[in-house]
């Protein structure tokens, strides 16, 4: 009797055994069926923007961490494999990305679709300060054109139209439902900005900044460029003390007492200019060139914009 219940019982093991490797094999097959589509970005102000479009169809990768610098930051071999299995790569282009680019490249070559946004976005050549002299980079295109709500309304738009070119399995109507709704937030955005900007008076809508990266902002809502600290639209250069003199005669001479500084870079520079000129000049903090962590002043593009638009109306009519 035992020896029959035994068999029974290794009986009734094997088939238990049996059915879960059905089973899990199956929901495994699934599984690999069903992956979701991935959507790499390079920075974090297009990653944001992605997002808010992709929502709930797609799986958005950021590269970039919060309040990194996108002229230095680098990748590691596990997110540069990243770019090269995604179904889109957003990046910004037009040199911004200095470390990052070839390894778009690299996945341009191997069949990934890529979207270049700022080469999208009808770029404007660097505003290299119109009373300073040209800078470094004068001439070249521009990559900063997330400073003008306008241009990434466009560029938002070109984005929604790669996610459903090009990001097989999304919804095409979720897709443009999201786009629809962060497009109104945009416009709303524009309009807020020239409110707000409608407050500080002509004779002191001018800029002086870090580096070159508001030439968009100037362009869309009518400020001067008087110069930049390092004449150059990248981080990664260094102002000589000819270069210091120069803006600081612009700024006596345009009685600009205010400057400018990204808040994810030391204020260093600025302070510098600031010795030159006496002490007599205030730094103001931007959030320029990326997004911070959630909650710490600038989590999206909205929260950026909104942010310096005050702080920036808030240091010229102050001053």
Known sequence: MSVRVGAAR????????????????TATGCAGGGDRPRIVVTTNILGDITREIAGAEADVSVLMKPNADPHSFGLSAVQAAELESADLVVHNGLG?????????????????????AGEAADPLTFHAGQEDGPGDGAGASDPHFWTD?????RVAGLITDQIIEHVDGVNEKAVRDNAERYDGQLADLTTWMEKSFAAIPEDRRALVTNHHVFG???DRF???VIGAVIPSGTTLASPSSSDLR????????ARVRTVFADSSQPTR??????????????VVPLYSESLTEKGKGAGTYLEMMRANTSAMTEGLVGN
């Open 149 to 153: 709500p306008d241009r990434v309304r």
């Open 96 to 116: 911004l990305e200095e470390n990052v680019l070839r390894h778009v490249e690299a996945a341009r070559e191997s069949g990934v679709a890529t979207f270049a």
């Open 10 to 25: 290794l009986r009734a093991l094997l088939l238990t055994l049996v059915t879960f490797l059905v089973v899990a094999g």
């Open 222 to 224: 009518g400020f001067r």
């Open 269 to 282: 520079l600025a302070d510098v200019l600031r010795q030159e000129m006496g002490g007599d000049v205030d």
């Open 216 to 218: 968009y902002l100037a």
């Open 246 to 253: 120069s803006l600081t005669r612009a700024m006596e001479k």
